[in-house]
């Protein structure tokens, strides 16, 4: 079983930067693909960026690509997602999501349904 708990949401002012940190418990953190998605209000919750169990491949919606950089680090079973330039656009709920272990060191993973565990969410919102 794995739990997670996301932190460093907040307010922040259109072209500011925010830094999103997930927690992990459990022992397969290493051996678990991850990714972070978002939901605004009336909308369907949205893939925004994945990693691999390795950390050594990466993947980016179209609409936060060159702004958002996604990090984990196995040791301390953690998973970043470092937002810059955010844009009003941007304010949503995010949440951190982790898969059951597989067996690739370099496969990510970009649909909702491809992920088993989801942290409770952090707001995030940025105003004009």
């Known amino acids: 079983q794995v739990q997670l708990v996301e932190s460093g949401g907040g307010l922040v002012q259109a072209g500011g930067s925010l830094r999103l940190s997930c927690a992990a418990s459990?022992?397969?953190?290493?051996?678990?693909?991850m990714g972070w998605f978002r939901q605004a209000p009336g909308k369907e919750r949205e893939f925004v960026a994945a990693?691999?169990?390795?950390?050594?491949?990466?993947a980016y919606a179209d609409s936060v690509k060159g702004r958002f950089t996604i990090s984990r680090d196995n040791a301390k079973n953690t998973e970043n997602l470092q937002m810059n330039s955010l844009k009003p656009e941007d304010t949503a709920v995010y949440y951190c999501?982790?898969?059951?272990?597989?067996?690739?060191?370099?496969?990510?993973?970009?649909?909702?349904?491809?992920?088993?565990?989801w942290g409770q969410g952090t707001q995030v919102t940025v105003s004009s």
């Open positions: 990693i691999s169990r390795s950390g050594g491949s990466t």
């Open positions: 999501a982790a898969r059951l272990p597989y067996y690739s060191g370099s496969a990510v993973f970009t649909a909702y349904h491809e992920y088993d565990y």
């Open positions: 459990g022992r397969t953190f290493s051996s678990s693909p």
